[in-house]
């Protein structure tokens, strides 16, 4: 392939540099991955400076129908975001030697090729030797004083530049770009008025067994002695964080992330929380009150007996008791409780996303981090964009395809006044 203004040269050294990522360890195993790899390397490579769209990637790489909306569909983003993470991985470990460099800028599906920097090890200059010479006049005597204050003031200069240079960066660290929707500002208000950066609580099970030989989630009646395994925690819960660190960032506020078991009850009563994750994985929540309305607890009988469900305790008419994700594997659909109300402490907030499973957590997250979705909650919470949202217990129907929540759906609403 031969590109203009690219010699053939370069475009097979590119080409190269993306089966290599292709064949290493990291991306060999995801063939969704390196399909759209190649696809976006093709489209940097054949067409330099066109941008890539979201529709065009979900129809020609993930073959989604011609009706692809992807306000209801995140395939491409959640696809192009752990690739994205899988170059940045690579790179720091693997390919840090690599010649070409790859990758994709956030807020775009472009793919970048980078020709990786030569460091040229700048030689020390050897050591002066002291010579001893007879005096001929002052000029000779002002000639090292000369030298030294040259060096100095070379060195001075090289000083300041690096500190306006890092200056600069960190001013553009800092620095507000783009503001935040008006909306998401009003739905996370109770979570940024406050300087103190709020506690994102995330789950993490607890777990039996070995995962090379078969585990469990740990029963303490028939696991009784044997040793818990607790830092497991599903692919939504990450991917969640991930959106609520996205999110935060727009706010121009800061996040600290914590695991659920680790969580104590001072840490709960002087701390905004973010609760990622239902109580039968974010175990935190079984001791900190939280929902009234929308609570998890298993079914005790009938033929799904012992499943996880979300009981309504105040069905509205036409509103189910439970909530059940569907029975059969793959899972289709799945319900998830996005609940905010007064913490421990009343002057703190606490937040639930939690799903029935890993995909529900990841519908709730991003439910409350898309402006027209929040659109919806802070209107039903008789909310409006310029005062906080009203406290809240909702349950959101979730439908999946593919292991990615496509479509989420305010289902039933509890106001509290």
């Known amino acids: 392939m031969s590109v203009t203004g690219v010699s053939g040269t370069e475009t097979e050294a590119r080409l190269r540099q993306v089966e290599r990522l292709i064949s290493s360890d990291l991306l060999h195993g995801s063939e969704s991955l390196c399909k759209l790899l190649r696809y976006l390397a093709e489209q940097a490579i054949g067409h330099p400076g066109a941008g890539v769209k979201e529709y065009q990637i979900a129809t020609e790489v993930f073959k989604r129908p011609s009706n692809f909306d992807p306000r209801m569909d ?10 994205r993470s899988k170059l940045a991985e690579y790179y720091a470990h693997a390919g840090e030697e690599d010649q070409w460099v790859i990758d994709i800028p956030k807020g775009s599906y472009a793919l970048t090729f980078h020709p990786r920097p030569v460091v040229v090890a700048i030689a020390e200059p050897p050591a002066a030797t002291l010579v001893a010479e007879p005096v001929h006049g002052k ?8 030298v030294a204050v040259a060096i100095l003031s070379c060195l001075l200069a090289v000083c300041l530049l690096a500190v306006i240079v890092l200056s600069n960066r960190a001013a553009v660290r800092i ?36 995962p090379e030989t078969g585990m469990h989630y740990f029963n303490p009646q028939t696991d009784k002695g044997l040793p818990i395994m607790d830092h497991y925690t599903g692919v939504g819960e990450v991917l969640a964080i991930h959106e609520l660190d996205r999110v935060f960032a727009l706010l121009h506020h800061g996040l600290l992330v914590k695991r659920g078991r680790l969580l104590s009850m001072d840490d709960a009563k002087n701390n905004d929380l973010i609760f990622v994750g239902s109580p039968s ?14 609570v998890f607890k298993r079914l005790e009988q009938g033929p799904r007996k012992g499943d996880l469900a979300i009981f309504n305790s105040r ?37 639930v996303l939690a799903g029935l499973t890993t995909f529900g957590t990841h519908a709730a997250v991003e439910f409350v981090c898309r402006s027209n979705t929040v659109q919806e909650l802070l209107k039903r919470t ?3 964009s310029t005062t906080a949202v009203m406290p809240f217990e909702a349950v959101l129907h979730v439908k999946i395809s593919g292991g990615v929540p496509v479509h989420s759906e305010l289902v039933a609403l509890r106001v509290r006044r």
């Open 175 to 210: 620095t507000p770009s783009t503001p935040a929707p008006p909306d998401l500002a009003a739905f996370w208000s109770r979570f940024i008025e406050n300087p103190e950066e709020p506690l994102v609580v995330y789950s993490n099970a607890e777990f039996a067994g070995r």
């Open 281 to 294: 994985e974010n175990l935190s929540l079984r001791e900190i009150p939280t929902t009234q309305d929308f």
């Open 382 to 384: 008789k909310g409006v």
């Open 74 to 83: 995140s395939t491409v983003r959640v696809q192009t975001g752990r690739l």
């Open 139 to 146: 000029a000779r005597d002002a000639k090292p004083w000369i």
């Open 315 to 351: 069905p509205a008419a036409g509103e189910p008791g439970y909530f059940l994700s569907s029975a059969q594997l793959p899972l289709t659909e799945d319900y998830a409780v996005v609940g905010l109300m007064p913490g421990l402490n009343p002057a703190r907030w606490a937040l």
